[in-house]
């Protein structure tokens, strides 16, 4: 035979849990604001947040234009004073660190022109999904685990759409180096339209869509 006072002590068990458990998550959420205040980071039309670290002053002449139709990952470099035609000018490198958390965990669908080399930096795991011209999704784990699988780096191409989603953890922090260096000009964020575009892939993309 039960006591009468033992659906009340589970009830105050239960309610001295959930407290103990909001606490525990007020204090993660205000680590976080305090990295995100300590690393000067702001909110990326991606998602996420982050923080250019890096911009290099050389510059040089690539084929790519703002007005291309097709965007393209390779360049042209003036060699010789010759004239690249259609040229646009880019920084030869620049660098981001960028942070995925619980209240912000995915990236969505973009691509850029460059190359992207990523570099894990501390936290959880994030995964990478890629899709190529030809519909080729791939995904790899960028982390610190490596017996899970991560990769502490990871090369996505230029031209490629990408996707990032944080898997493991309450936030990943990651570097990325683009070459050429990173401009607005040359990032496009996706739309529904990939879903005409790669039909095969349709429940993959819906997930890290924007709108």
Same mark, same amino acid.
């Given at each position: 035979m039960s006591t009468p006072n033992a659906g009340r002590s589970s009830i105050g068990q239960l309610e001295d849990d959930s407290l103990i458990r909001k606490a525990i998550e007020n204090e993660k959420q205000l680590e976080m604001k305090q990295l995100i205040k300590r690393l000067q980071l702001q909110q990326h039309v991606e *998602? *996420? !947040?982050?923080?250019?670290?890096?911009?290099? =002053?050389?510059?040089?002449?690539?084929?790519?234009?703002? $007005?291309?139709?097709?965007?393209?990952?390779? #360049?042209?470099?003036?060699n010789n004073d010759s004239v690249v035609t259609n040229t646009c000018q880019r920084n030869i490198c620049t660098s981001i660190v960028y942070l995925l958390t619980k209240q912000s965990p995915i990236c !969505?669908?973009?691509?850029? %022109?460059?190359?992207?080399? &990523? !570099?894990?930096?501390? +936290? *959880?795991?994030?995964?990478?999904? $890629?899709?190529d011209d030809v519909g080729l999704l791939q995904t790899v784990r960028l982390g610190g685990n490596i017996e899970? *699988?991560? %990769?502490?780096?990871?090369?996505?191409?230029? +031209?490629?759409?990408? @996707? #990032?989603?944080?898997?493991?953890?309450?936030? @990943? #922090?990651?570097?990325?180096?683009?070459?050429?260096?990173?401009? !607005? &000009?040359?990032?496009?964020?996706? $739309? %529904?339209?990939?879903?005409? $575009?790669? =039909?095969?892939?349709v429940d993959t993309i819906k997930l890290f869509l924007k709108e």
């Open positions: *998602g *996420g !947040y982050y923080a250019e670290t890096f911009r290099s =002053p050389l510059k040089l002449n690539t084929s790519w234009s703002s $007005t291309d139709a097709v965007k393209k990952s390779s #360049l042209d470099l003036a !969505y669908w973009h691509k850029n %022109r460059s190359d992207i080399i &990523r !570099y894990f930096h501390g +936290g *959880g795991s994030m995964k990478v999904f $890629t899709i899970a *699988g991560d %990769r502490l780096q990871i090369v996505t191409k230029g +031209g490629n759409w990408e @996707a #990032l989603m944080l898997v493991d953890g309450d936030w @990943a #922090l990651q570097g990325e180096a683009v070459a050429p260096g990173f401009d !607005y &000009r040359d990032m496009e964020v996706g $739309t %529904r339209e990939l879903l005409h $575009t790669f =039909p095969g892939l």
